[in-house]
């Protein structure tokens, strides 16, 4: 008979087949044996204590209960619709609700049965409930799979449980696979490093973590696989960067010469700050290595990036180079265009904006002056990436809100030399350290983390529902002053109409408030169509309106510098990013600006935490950090990032210490060994070139 081991398929372990891997393979993507041991518990319960009906309290997090199931009922029709189950043992009966899985329920719940039940007790007008509890028929003759105190819970589904694979049946299934595959289990860690680091086998770790005996073993193989999942991923995108660095040559910038000079000497318009200084020092060397660049410039809003991008383009025009920056909509672009010409002069360098409402005669001229040289610099949107754009010879590329842009389009840039040019990617997005050296293992990070000199703090307040009139009156003085107003609404895709409604019922109560002919009012909402949202944007921007509303979030960067106040109607349905990203749309004049965030009366303790934090602080790179701990590492920079941040075990908010510790292991496994030569590096070589080629669409920043 065949050996398995973790690569076979799923349906050949007993007790599995078919029907069952089917199943397994759409709800929770196991497709092979190893799959299913990776499907780590997601808690753990004591099975050898159990409590009586009348000792159960809202303040236990579980309670496992011994009773016969005596009623169980339907009740409620369409969305209200539960089942509802009553549980009775010798010192009284306790109900329990199910709002899922109803028909499930009541063709496998049996009445007058004895059941162990195991769920959170909630306390509901004065009596003790508990919803969808888990529940077991009582077999007193079952024998126990490992420690009875720490038990492991499952994820499951509906569709899982109709084949008996409930977090019971999924813990038998696991019991079988370690009987199985374990003896032969292979640790890809070298003895050496799991010395070094008192990490315990793969093997102990793989049993640890499904069976523990005892909390310290549960620890040590918590511990060894979350290195385990770090190491690899580090390894990886280090790797990566290496052979980036050795095989991909890159234009060397030896000259600073009169273009970087003359703006620096006679243009900038205030000095660098010192975080700007080190920043264009680190491109300095970074053009000068023969390697070609690959470096994420990361500041808050208002930190100065684009000056240094502009810098950097420069020291490319003085040494031969063309340079581009790749913005994702057009008023960005637009945007950078009018910010650079008016940085530069007109004297200084050619610049040209190429975006897609370019005149097909304007595109023609530009087309040309890019392949005889004479433009220096070209700012614009996707356009730039069209195979029609040839430059004589591009030097270097700066890319704006790296996020919005998918990598196979940044690729198409750097097939636009032989030679690839310079990658600078700038994002307003800080991102907490963890995650940087984690999404962005590959890329040499920057940050800009301070502001310029005078840039005045912007100071934001929370005002609930019924100072609202508060709010009113400060508006009011504000437009006296002279000043604008952005009211932002939240845009939630499931309930665009319920979005609508609100904005209307807001710009209702707005223009009884600020009526015409003394006010005027701008709004710009998605289901707008594009002409009439850059004519409604532009006459804000012109100062034609003193107040905007807006439900679409107000375009990345666009820059109004008279607009200090920004309002944001129902704050608490807003990620703490996109909170900081709104609030930065103000504070861009000489004047002192406002946020102000808007909520209900009843706010969730995470959107508590959320509106504290942005009342706090303004340092975005802090309100990441707040933004890692409550929603985790997904969608922290606004998009996925490709699957690197599907972690299975290890937690970039709460395990930093180790990710430091292991990525400091494989830069000294790199430092001593660059191409993993020696005898103990070669099953991780092994490891690395056995998963795909290691130079891959994520070289390209």
């Known amino acids: 008979m065949a050996v398995l081991t973790a690569i076979t398929p799923i349906e050949y372990l007993k007790g599995v087949g078919p029907q069952k891997a089917d199943v397994l393979k759409k709800e929770l993507q196991i497709f092979t044996i190893g799959d299913l041991l990776q499907l780590y518990p997601f808690r753990y ?9 009348r000792q159960l309290d809202a303040s236990l997090l579980g309670a496992q209960v011994l009773g016969r199931l005596i009623r169980l009922q339907e009740v409620g029709e369409k969305r209200a619709k539960r089942l509802v189950g009553l549980l009775k043992d010798e010192t009284g009966t306790v109900e329990l609700v199910w709002f899922q899985q109803i028909a499930w329920l009541k063709k496998t719940l049996q009445l007058n049965a004895v059941y162990v039940m195991y769920g959170k007790p909630t306390s509901f007008n004065d009596a003790i409930s508990i919803t969808h509890p888990e529940m077991e028929l009582y077999q007193s003759s079952e024998k126990k799979i490992g420690n009875q105190t720490l038990q492991p819970v499952y994820t499951s589904t509906e569709k899982l449980k109709k084949f008996n694979l409930d977090t019971k049946g999924l813990q038998k299934l696991v019991a079988q696979a370690l009987e199985t595959v ?9 003895a050496g490093l799991r010395q070094k680091h008192h990490l315990i086998s793969a093997r102990e770790a793989i049993l ?66 010192g975080a700007q200084k080190r920043v264009m020092k680190e491109i300095r060397i970074d053009t000068n290595t023969g390697a070609q660049m690959n470096r994420l410039v990361q500041g808050d809003v208002g930190s100065g990036k684009t000056v240094v991008a502009l810098m950097a383009m420069l020291l490319a025009i003085d040494n031969g180079f063309q340079a581009c920056m790749m913005a994702p909509t057009e008023i960005l672009a637009t945007q950078h265009y009018h910010g650079v010409k008016e940085l530069l002069g007109e004297d200084l360098c050619q610049v040209a904006l190429l975006t897609g409402s370019t005149s097909t005669k304007e595109r023609r001229r530009i087309h040309e002056q890019l392949e005889d040289g004479s433009l220096d610099i070209l700012i614009g949107t996707h356009a730039l990436i069209e195979d029609k754009v040839k ?18 389009q940044r690729a198409k840039l750097w097939r636009k030399n032989t030679i690839p040019p310079h990658m600078l990617v700038m994002t307003a997005t800080p991102i907490p350290r963890t995650l940087a050296m984690t999404m962005y293992g590959d890329l040499d990070i920057s940050a800009i983390d301070e502001l310029p000199a005078g840039r005045k703090p912007i100071k934001t307040v929370h005002f609930f529902e019924n100072q609202r009139l508060r709010a009113f009156g400060f508006m009011r003085e504000e437009i006296q002053k002279g000043r604008q107003i952005y009211i932002v609404y939240p845009l939630i895709k499931e309930s665009e109409k319920l979005d609508l409604l609100h904005l209307e019922a807001g710009l209702e109560s707005l223009m009884r408030e600020f009526p015409l002919p003394n006010y005027r009012i701008s709004v710009v909402h998605g289901k707008m169509p594009i002409k009439d949202k850059n004519f409604e944007m532009q006459r804000f921007v012109k100062g034609e309106t003193q107040i905007m509303v807006a439900t679409t979030v107000i375009e990345v960067g666009v820059n109004v510098p008279n607009a200090s106040v920004m309002i944001i109607e129902n704050s608490e349905r807003f990620g703490l990013s996109q909170l900081h990203q709104l609030r930065g749309r103000v504070g861009r004049g000489a004047e002192r600006s406002f946020c102000i965030l808007m909520s209900s009366n009843k706010l969730s303790k995470d959107g508590r935490k959320r509106l504290e934090t942005m009342v ?33 075990i290890a937690n970039l908010s709460t395990d930093q210490a180790l990710l430091t510790e292991v990525r400091e292991t494989v830069i000294d496994i790199f430092l001593q060994d660059p191409e993993l030569q020696l005898p103990e590096h070669q099953p991780l070589l092994q490891k690395l070139t056995h998963k795909g080629p290691a130079i891959a669409w994520d070289k390209i920043s």
């Open 616 to 648: 706090e602080t303004n340092d975005g790179f802090k309100i990441a950090e707040v933004d890692l701990q409550l929603r985790g590492p997904g969608d922290i920079s606004g998009t996925q990032q490709s699957g690197i941040l599907e972690m299975k």
């Open 391 to 408: 430059f004589k010879n591009i030097g270097f590329v700066v890319i704006d809100e790296q996020h919005r842009f998918g990598v196979e």
């Open 45 to 53: 319960v004591d099975r050898t204590q159990f409590f009586k009906i």
């Open 182 to 190: 374990l003896p032969n289990w292979e640790d890809d860690l070298p």
């Open 208 to 273: 640890g973590i499904h069976f523990p005996t005892d909390q310290t073993a549960y620890e040590t193989a918590s511990r060894r696989l979350k290195f385990d999942e770090l190491f690899w991923l580090q390894l990886r995108l280090l790797r990566n960067k290496q052979l980036n660095t050795k095989k991909y040559r890159g234009h060397r910038f030896t000259q600073v010469g009169d273009h970087f000079n003359t703006f620096f000497n006679n243009r900038l318009p205030f000095p660098l700050t």
